[in-house]
């Protein structure tokens, strides 16, 4: 049997229709294990604690890990349902409808949007940017929607990559699983709109900078997540089912958006198993959800990045910023993601960047590979590569003991820990999109 075919064995399945998931801890020797363990088929977590790395699996996973060579340990254990595919989306609920505790499904994502640009038509306009993998296939699914706020002024908020503000843009749930980054995309918009005129920092942040939020990157995925309620599916990829729609109870529909980029595409951290949790994909960019998110993000930052070796720089007078959020590792990553050994032309304005964002949130700083794992196809490597766009990844964690760890943590750590923590980074970064190449670490 092969590795990958280790890693996803059969397992016995509750008669509820639920799978047993276990997290285990497994110490590391050398920094080739991450892509060993990658290799191998396991779902390879973002967290990490000194040299240990965390792979999600089932209770056979252990003997698999050992196999390996590994000495893994249990550290949690869940009980969760089963994604059934395809599924009607939960519909009907407005901004109110939610699962979990409180986590806001698509519909309600989409109708605060609808809403906060009803209340502020002086600050708020919703853009569609595109369909998900269902819409285009006519399999029910999601339009992609994004929002841009900002206090409104003539040429303001107009798909044209030479605006007369700069633009800081946030996206979060890529990754299905990882709710807080929408809820925490959901905070900062309904700050910027209701701060501004209170909260002299916002105000002249709104006066100054356009701020797009795309919260729901992969409503397809957040969908499956949603079908759980209380005890949410824990969906990472889209829903494109066309490689692999018979994955048995271990694997996943769907492709990675994160590993689908066009930029070192197949690359590290990445596997060619249509039911792996990180599948690239058939071809690099063929997700529409990607193909429509780049396309967004040509129509907003011009390409001021001329050359194409991984060490040709943006220029300094580059203008814009663009945020990742991502969970839970309790990082700050900067490209190039896909390979830590090669540094990008901009990497010492980059790295202070992050470290400003780190020290903030008392979140580690570096390239992925450096601090967690190397990982190819991501967005920020993306929007770097062919736009000069200075780009980050947070990876938004519980980094201060807070019980608040986990894809899914309780709802009530995003008001009490999570956003405390994210507002004041957020605000940092946003400020820094008008020349975020000059910051150094002089300016800290």
């Known amino acids: ?18 799978r047993t998931v276990v997290v ?5 020797h050398d920094r080739r294990d991450a892509q060993k363990l990658i290799s191998a088929g396991y779902d390879l977590i973002e967290r990490r604690q000194g040299d240990d790395l965390f792979v999600m699996g089932d209770p056979s996973t252990a003997s698999g890990l050992r196999r390996l060579g590994f000495s893994p340990t249990a ?144 409503p397809d995925g957040v969908d499956i997540v949603a079908q ?40 590290e ?14 071809a690099a960019d063929s997700e529409p959800e990607n193909t429509a998110l780049e396309g967004l993000f040509r129509q907003l930052y011009p390409a001021v990045r001329t050359g194409t070796g991984d060490s040709d720089p943006a220029p300094v007078t580059a203008k814009g910023l663009m945020i990742s959020l991502h969970s839970d590792a309790s990082m700050v990553l900067l490209p190039w993601e896909a390979d830590h050994t090669i540094h990008t032309g901009n990497d010492a304005a980059l790295r202070a960047l992050a470290g400003r964002l780190g020290s903030l949130t008392g979140y580690q700083s570096g390239q992925a590979g450096e601090i ?17 766009l200075a780009s980050l990844t947070i990876e938004i964690g519980d980094s201060d003991g807070r019980n608040c760890s986990g894809f899914t943590p309780a709802f009530s750590c995003q008001d009490s820990y999570f956003w405390p923590k994210m507002k004041p980074a957020l605000l940092y970064a946003a400020k820094q999109a008008a020349a975020p190449y000059r910051t150094t670490a002089e300016n800290h």
């Open 372 to 388: 967690l794992y190397d990982a190819s196809g991501g967005t920020d490597d993306w929007t770097y590569d062919k736009l000069g």
């Open 269 to 282: 951290g990445t596997s060619t198993e249509p039911c792996s949790e990180i599948y690239l994909g058939p």
């Open 228 to 267: 759980g309620g209380d005890n949410p599916i824990l969906q990472r990829k889209n829903a494109d089912d066309s490689k692999g729609g018979s994955c048995d109870v271990n694997g996943q529909v769907g492709v990675d958006l994160n590993r689908n980029a066009g930029t070192h595409w197949g690359g």
């Open 24 to 28: 285990y801890r497994v110490p590391t």
């Open 75 to 218: 550290v949690e254990t869940m009980h969760k349902p089963l994604a059934h595919q395809p599924r009607a989306a939960r519909t009907g609920g407005g901004v109110d409808d939610t699962y979990d505790g409180g986590y806001h499904t698509v519909d309600a994502h989409y109708a605060h949007l609808d809403q906060v640009a009803a209340q502020h038509p002086d600050m708020a306009k919703v853009v569609t940017y595109g369909k998900s993998w269902l819409k285009q296939n006519g399999r029910g699914g999601r339009d992609l929607k994004a929002i841009c706020i900002t206090k409104m002024k003539q040429g303001d908020c107009q798909l044209n990559p030479q605006a007369p503000k700069p633009r800081f843009f946030l996206m979060s749930q890529i990754h299905a699983r990882e709710l807080t980054t929408g809820e925490v995309s959901w905070r900062w918009i309904d700050t910027l709109t209701n701060d501004y005129g209170k909260d002299p920092d916002i105000t002249a942040l709104m006066d100054s900078t356009e701020m797009w939020v795309v919260p729901i990157t992969n």
């Open 1 to 18: 049997m092969s590795p990958s075919a280790l890693a996803r064995a059969p397992q016995k399945t509750h008669a509820s229709g639920e």
